[in-house]
């Protein structure tokens, strides 16, 4: 079972940085000040927040979040046996906690030349997007797919992403398999999980800070 749970930052731009950030513990304040944009700040923080609060929900001591880190590929975990993973995109962070090892990802729907980003495909999504009747949705939906299986996969996946498709929700990457699962955030946005389970149990929900 994967949970997921997602939050709008926006609601929360005019809530007191200082309290909020009291919330996590002092040896993450660091990492978060580095980012000179408010909203930058302000979603990686919402994020270790609802990490927090899962904890909480799963019986864990709040203080375990003190033992945040990040592998050699930037991948954030816990000494715990659950997975976690995070993403953010223009207004909305998401995260996903399992008890098996998953990606999350999602993207902002902007007005972009998808063209320019041909390198980062396999021959089959070209061809895909070519053809379709709207190739700047459908970018998005096996971008924020793509991006989802690197934050599973990362580490295994050496050739760079044209090296795999996901015009499907199953994909095969030499000894890797994926699937992924659409989930329904924001019309403006896209965003996928990519689990290594086949009919994977996927709960989803709003969070709000209390």
Not at 24 to 35: D, G, K, Q, S, V
Not at 51 to 66: C, E, F, N, R, V
Not at 102 to 128: L, M, N, P
Not at 195 to 206: D, I
Request: charged fraction near 25%; aromatic fraction near 12%.
């Amino acid at each position: 079972m994967t949970e997921i749970v997602y939050c709008n930052i926006e609601k929360y731009l005019d809530t007191s940085w200082q309290e909020m950030l009291e919330r996590i513990p002092a040896n993450l304040h660091a990492e978060l000040l580095r980012y000179k944009q408010h909203k930058d700040r302000l979603s990686r923080l919402l994020a270790r927040i609802m990490l927090q609060d899962m904890l909480i929900s799963k019986g864990y001591d709040p203080a375990l979040l003190t033992h945040f880190q990040r592998d050699k590929h930037h991948r954030p975990f816990l000494p715990i046996p659950e997975d976690f993973s995070i993403s953010h995109s223009g207004s909305y962070v998401l995260l996903a906690f399992s008890d098996h090892p998953v990606g999350i990802d999602i993207e902002k729907k902007e007005a972009i030349d998808w063209r320019e980003y041909k390198s980062c495909f396999h021959t089959e999504e070209s061809q895909h997007l070519d053809e379709c009747i709207d190739p700047l949705t459908s970018f998005y939906e096996i971008w924020s797919k793509k991006e989802a299986a690197l934050k599973l996969f990362g580490n295994g996946i050496v050739d760079g992403l044209d090296g795999f498709s996901c015009i499907n929700d199953h994909f095969t990457y030499k000894n890797l398999e994926g699937n992924f699962y659409k989930l329904s955030v924001d019309e403006e946005y896209s965003a996928h999980l990519c689990s290594g389970l086949k009919n994977e149990g996927v709960r989803t929900r709003l969070f709000f800070v209390i």
